[in-house]
């Protein structure tokens, strides 16, 4: 397993090359010289999972996409790696984590084997200032020309992004429109309510992207 930065020691302790992670004790000698790599994040046990610039709970830009390392970070989930098929590409590697029967998040990959993104869409999770799944467009502050027509998987919803979180899509849906383009101001302050929200790290990150 990799991590792109190694952090000094909480916890959790991630063991290469001895099986499960152990969250009980600190890493004895032999285990130091065994490539032992801890992270310097608290894991995610409950309550609202805060998406911002930086991550979703306790993951950001220095997380590997791996398994056993997202298994520590969410020690009280369903933890499970899976395929997603959209349009007509291969289907891509996911790990799907889901807490209490509902999914928190799904987390993608990306060419280089890193996090590509991370998709909130059920759950109590809070966007970066407060926002939370379901809210109305018309009650978060955005203006049209923060937003675009959504494409791919998410065709005829609407993609926004505030400039002080570049990293944050907030993916918008409008029941009933099925039309090419954004909808009019006035559909998406009637109609539009918050569906999902996605991180991406900054290297992937595109002003407006979902």
Same mark, same amino acid.
């Given at each position: ?39 310097? &994040? ?16 306790? =993951? ?6 791996? !398994? ?29 984590? %889901? ?16 996090? #590509?993104?991370?998709?909130? %869409? ?10 939370? !799944? *379901? #809210? ?17 998987? %998410? ?15 907030? &993916? ?9 383009? *954004?909808?009019? %101001?006035?559909? !998406? ?8 929200? =996605? ?9 407006? #992207?979902?």
């Amino acid at each position: 397993m990799t991590l792109r930065h190694s952090y000094l020691a909480l916890p959790f302790v991630l063991l290469a090359a001895c099986g499960p992670a152990k969250t009980d004790r600190a890493p004895t000698t032999e285990e130091a010289g065994q490539g032992a790599t801890t992270l310097a &994040v608290a894991p995610y046990t409950g309550g609202p999972l805060q998406v911002s610039n930086d991550g979703v709970g306790p =993951i950001n830009s220095a997380v590997a996409f791996d !398994l056993a390392t997202l298994k520590v970070l969410f020690p009280q989930a369903k933890v499970e790696q899976a395929f997603l098929q959209s349009g007509e590409g291969p289907a891509q590697p996911i790990i799907n984590v %889901e807490q209490d029967n509902t999914p928190l998040a799904e987390i993608g990959k990306s060419d280089e084997g890193d996090i #590509a993104h991370v998709r909130v %869409e059920a759950g109590d999770a809070r966007g970066p200032k407060g926002e939370q !799944l *379901l #809210a109305k467009w018309a009650d978060l502050g955005f203006a049209v020309d923060q937003c675009r027509a959504g494409e791919g998987r %998410e065709i005829n919803m609407t993609i926004c992004v505030r400039p002080d979180a570049p990293q944050v899509s907030y &993916v918008f849906g409008v029941p009933g429109w099925k039309k090419p383009g *954004l909808p009019p %101001e006035a559909t !998406l302050k009637a109609k539009g309510q918050l569906n999902a929200l =996605i991180w991406r790290p900054a290297e992937g990150a595109v002003v407006g #992207a979902a």
